[in-house]
């Protein structure tokens, strides 16, 4: 296991009062004991189980999918976020022994692992996790000291979304956003990894965006307060308020994209396309994972079978535009998505759109760890 800097582990330090959130049977005493001298069948009242979720907003569809919460007497409390990072502050901030499942990039998982933020998993307790996409399950980002602590559940890219009734040729690089005629109409989010996972490459020309010097990292981050100030129509807390800033027209085209956005401006009556540009983007694979001291460990368990199971698999992937993990379940896709994520040829899919690791934890005199690029990061969000 390799050691945390001193910056990251204030950042993954537990809340160690923290307590375990149990939900145990609701019982009417007077109730029951009137019944029992009347000598009619006791029955105990059981509550349902609450169960906690944090991830990104239309990722809760295939956890409602059919009648799994029906069936196990759920009551489903999801919380949504605007980064990655949100989760790490939530966890470490109180949410560690009163939180079921999340879902997570895979990068940080190892970070996670490190600092006790998760719970080892047992793929043997997942019956459908032989049936997952192997470049993803074979992932060694996903395990930390040969422990499972992720299992593949979706994914996708960060492709440049732009509007074809105002754009009538697609972008051919994300350098194209600094042209005047986009001046004051490019959507940026207030995503921190997602953006180095763009424009890391778009800057320096690396492959892996991630993986910077400091000085190259400064300079990514330079080019991004450029392109907000002088650009951007705005820095948008969430994905969703990109989709209603195209929905009402105020933007053209965006530093940085999901699939998901095109399919909640659609909703509100704008079309949106998008468009991978020729240095390529970051790749997302999220995992779903237990937390650490996770209240409802079995529960939780059958929702992750449940959750990358065909149906619901199906479901999320025609819902949201995304792409999913369950081989089984690619031919139950409409042709245009199976074909807009090139399940047939994955391998050269991810040779554009990369899957890339987050920021070192330490410093090694060359590589900017993660500590480095929060603090550059904040430049960016200030500016």
Same mark, same amino acid.
């Given at each position: ?56 907003? !239309? =990722? ?5 999918? %059919?009648?799994? &919460?029906?069936?196990? +007497?759920?009551?489903?409390? *999801?919380? /949504? ?25 895979? !990068? =940080? ?5 490190? %600092?006790?933020? &998760?719970?080892?998993? +047992?793929?043997?307790?997942? *019956?459908? /996790? ?25 994914? !996708? ?20 956003? /600094? ?25 320096? !020309? ?178």
């Amino acid at each position: 296991m390799t050691s945390i800097s001193d910056d990251l582990r204030a950042m993954l330090a537990l809340s160690r009062q923290s307590t375990l959130s149990r939900r145990g049977l609701m019982k009417a005493s007077l109730a029951l004991g009137a019944a029992a001298l009347a000598g009619l069948p006791v029955r105990e009242a059981k509550a349902s189980t609450t169960m906690t979720w944090m991830g990104w907003q !239309g =990722y809760e569809t295939p956890i409602k999918a %059919g009648t799994f &919460l029906k069936d196990n +007497d759920i009551d489903f409390q *999801p919380t /949504f976020i605007a980064s990655n990072e949100e989760i790490i502050t939530k966890l470490q901030a109180g949410g560690i022994g009163k939180t079921d499942i999340i879902t997570m990039y895979f !990068g =940080y998982l190892p970070l996670m692992a490190q %600092g006790g933020l &998760l719970e080892p998993i +047992d793929p043997g307790k997942i *019956p459908l /996790f032989g049936e997952l996409i192997p470049q993803f399950t074979n992932n060694e980002a996903i395990r930390e000291s040969g422990k499972l602590y992720g299992v593949p559940w979706n994914w !996708g890219s960060l492709p440049l979304m732009y509007d074809p009734e105002a754009v009538k040729t697609p972008p051919e690089s994300w350098q194209d956003l /600094f042209k005047p005629e986009f001046k004051g109409k490019v959507a940026m989010v207030d995503d921190p990894l997602g953006n180095l996972l763009i424009w890391g490459t778009v800057v320096t !020309g690396k492959p892996m965006g991630t993986l910077l010097t400091r000085e190259e990292l400064a300079k990514v981050i330079d080019t991004l307060i450029d392109l907000k100030k002088n650009q951007a129509r705005a820095f948008f807390a969430s994905y969703g308020d990109m989709a209603d800033a195209f929905a009402r027209n105020e933007v053209t085209a965006s530093a940085i994209g999901w699939e998901a956005v095109a399919v909640w401006a659609k909703a509100k009556g704008k079309v949106i396309k998008y468009t991978i540009p020729k240095e390529g983007t970051g790749m997302f694979m999220d995992c779903l994972c237990i937390p650490k001291d996770a209240p409802h460990p079995d529960l939780t368990y059958r929702m992750i079978n449940h959750i990358v199971s065909p149906e619901p698999q199906k479901i999320f992937a025609t819902e949201q535009s995304a792409g999913i993990t369950n081989l089984k379940t690619v031919p139950m896709l409409p042709q245009e998505l199976a074909q807009s994520y090139n399940y047939a040829d994955l391998d050269g899919f991810m040779k554009k759109a990369r899957l890339q690791p987050v920021p070192p934890s330490e410093y090694d005199g060359k590589t900017a760890s993660y500590g480095d690029f929060l603090q550059e990061y904040a430049r960016l969000q200030k500016a």
